[in-house]
């Protein structure tokens, strides 16, 4: 689809009627400062910027966001300055602009301690203002989409820098919607051949169960309309770069289950529920394969009732089941926040980043332990963007902790005092020592002991966490 200045403003005018004049401004000033620039496709230079605003304006981001897109190349190629910005504009959509632009543009001595120092700011800017990053994200997505026009190696190069950096950084903020799309675009470029092979094999697939699913979509709509429930479903394909990994994983075509799935959206909380009731009352479900993340969330805000049936045929299929509002959080994540009160969406959308959002603590506490941007930059991917466990607490709260997470790290995220206090743990009702090395669904328990309040010397290189670590030093330190 081609993105017009007309179509962009029908959008905005959707959803902030009322700032429609200021958003046509940042435009036509945008316009103005671009002219004569051209794209590597040939194409005049606005485009790229209309096309960043576009895709903000699908995620309903409120005007200052849209005005700072529009504008997000201009401090960098164009000879406006801040303060001009600010007079135009405001303070914000200014502090916007000059976010984005010191991204991407950092001196360092040498390349590499550029990349690590520009990686940092990235992450680290979204503790500032984080729709700094979610226009990077929105930048990121059109450059990649637009990725045929550069050279090889250029493509490469992005592709890479986009699955290790932007991707996590996309699922870390539960928006899904760009996280597939980068992720598929990713792997187009760094294994063209991979990627044709898997996408022709979905497709097959989808031939061979759209029958079937059709089948089950219309029995489902007929049961939950007889019984007063409305609803809209969705049949939902797993993206290229999913099956991917699922493959990757060892997995066989054939047992990726949640290959095709029906989304049942709903009005009302119980409505899941009663929705639920009938669909395994239609098909027996696997008992196995129930998940609530409903009650059980998921650590980035996802919300949504799994269940795989026996369909048609004995042919599995997953169905999730939830309301409008958490599909709208499902795909857009923290940024669905531009939506509920677009006034003030930058309190919003920071406040929910520090309650809801478990990775953004890690983050801020690796932040503040190392100094150095590389050790930084591993410590983050080593914490934060890599595989995470899952584990409960005796109260059944989900905990998040980097894959390969000892209790010892566990006790620490609970509460420094837990961890210092600790003499023992029960995992799943069993003692365990406490270098335990904690697996996804384990229910975990800290004993303690009051009269006890120092860690264990050797405890520090149990623990895997640079939280716990830091915490364990301090308190040996300070003895
Ligand atoms: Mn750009």
């Not at 905990?399 to 509460?415: C, Q």
Request: charged share 30%.
């Amino acid at each position: 689809m081609e993105v017009t200045k007309e179509k962009f403003l029908e959008l905005v005018k959707t959803y902030q009627l009322d700032s429609l004049e200021k958003v046509k401004k940042a435009y036509a000033l945008a316009e103005y400062l671009h002219k004569d620039q051209f794209r590597e496709s040939g194409e005049e230079y606005i485009n790229h910027p209309l096309n960043v605003a576009y895709i903000l304006a699908e995620m309903h981001a409120d005007s200052d966001t849209l005005c700072a897109a529009l504008l997000h190349d201009t401090l960098e190629d164009t000879k406006i300055t801040k303060e001009e910005i600010e007079e135009n504009f405001n303070s914000d959509v200014a502090n916007l602009v000059d976010g984005v632009t010191k991204l991407a543009k950092m001196n360092f001595a040498t390349k590499e301690e550029q990349n690590l120092a520009n990686t940092r700011k990235i992450i680290t800017g979204l503790s500032n203002d984080v729709r700094i990053i979610i226009i990077k994200l929105a930048d990121r997505l059109h450059n990649m989409r637009t990725l045929q026009y550069k050279r090889a190696f250029k493509q490469k190069e992005n592709s890479l820098e986009t699955l290790e950096l932007f991707v996590p950084l996309a699922y870390s903020l539960g928006a899904y919607r760009i996280k597939s799309e980068l992720e598929d675009l990713s792997l187009k470029y760094l294994k063209p051949g991979v990627y044709k092979q898997i996408a022709q094999k979905q497709e097959l697939i989808a031939e061979h169960s759209m029958p079937f699913l059709q089948e089950m979509l219309l029995k489902i709509q007929e049961i939950l309309t007889c019984n007063g429930v409305n609803s809209e479903i969705k049949i939902r394909t797993k993206n290229i770069y999913g099956i991917y990994k699922k493959l990757e994983e060892g997995y066989k075509l054939s047992n990726i289950h949640d290959l095709l799935a029906l989304k049942i959206m709903v009005d009302e909380l119980y409505d899941c529920y009663i929705s639920l009731g009938l669909i395994h009352h239609l098909y027996h479900p696997m008992n196995s394969k129930f998940k609530d993340y409903i009650c059980n969330p998921k650590t980035n805000m996802y919300q949504s009732l799994h269940t795989t049936v026996f369909g048609p045929n004995g042919e599995l299929v997953q169905t999730q089941i939830r309301t409008y509002e958490m599909d709208k959080i499902a795909s857009f994540g923290l940024t669905s926040y531009f939506d509920i009160e677009s006034d003030d969406a930058r309190v919003k959308m920071q406040k929910a980043l520090k309650d809801k959002f478990q990775f953004f603590t890690s983050l801020v506490d690796i932040d503040s332990t190392f100094k150095n941007n590389r050790d930084f930059v591993r410590e983050v991917k080593k914490e934060v963007f890599a595989d995470k466990v899952y584990v409960y607490t005796p109260k059944g709260e989900v905990i998040e902790l980097p894959k390969g997470s000892t209790v010892i790290d566990f006790a620490y995220k609970i509460h420094s005092d837990i961890g210092n206090t600790m003499i023992g743990a029960i995992v799943n009702d069993a003692d365990v020592p406490l270098s335990y090395v904690l697996q996804n669904k384990d229910r975990v328990k800290v004993i303690t002991d009051k009269l006890i309040s120092t860690p264990k010397k050797e405890w520090e290189s149990i623990a895997q966490t640079s939280l716990a670590r830091r915490k364990i030093r301090e308190v040996l330190k300070s003895n």
